[in-house]
């Protein structure tokens, strides 16, 4: 049964008319056309649906859209600032290559920016254990740790 929930997107309200148990995900995606959160695995174990509620890194593909509506809520489309520069994590990841094939560049630039949000000076461990739900098959997790210390002294 469809019901209207109004959410809180990157700064804008939306309202949609969709069944309240629909994931978050299926919801940014299809109904906001918002294309950085992305599905992985469906389990909330990969990273690649990362957003941030309230500020802090949680993926969405298991989230209700009715338990979202509670939430301030911001995707990878969201970081950037309204004069168009790139947030800091994101022009950190550019600077340090800190990205290969894309799929997982999502969520550890969401996990990333939930970190910075926390700790602005985090060390090596911290952003290890901050990135432990985002899963990447091509290695570029120690440039990541650099681009997120990049961001860190920015």
Do not use: W
């Not at 949609?16 to 299809?30: G, S």
């Amino acid at each position: 049964m469809k019901k209207k929930i109004t959410l809180k997107v990157n700064g804008k309200e939306h309202e949609v008319n969709v069944d309240p148990q629909t994931p978050l995900l299926y919801v940014l995606r299809n109904n906001l056309g918002l294309k950085g959160p992305k599905f992985g695995c469906g389990l909330s174990q990969c990273g690649a649906c990362m957003v941030l509620f309230d500020g802090k890194a949680n993926p969405s593909c298991l989230k209700r859209v009715d338990e979202a509506a509670e939430k301030e809520i911001t995707t990878l489309e969201g970081l950037a600032g309204e004069d168009g520069n790139l947030h800091k994590v994101q022009q950190a990841f550019i600077d340090e290559q800190a990205a290969q094939c894309g799929y997982c560049l999502n969520g550890l630039v969401m996990a990333s920016v939930g970190l910075l949000s926390e700790n602005s000076d985090p060390s090596d461990e911290e952003i290890q254990a901050a990135l432990y739900r985002n899963i990447c098959r091509c290695g570029v997790h120690p440039r990541v740790i650099k681009a997120v210390k990049k961001a860190s002294t920015s």
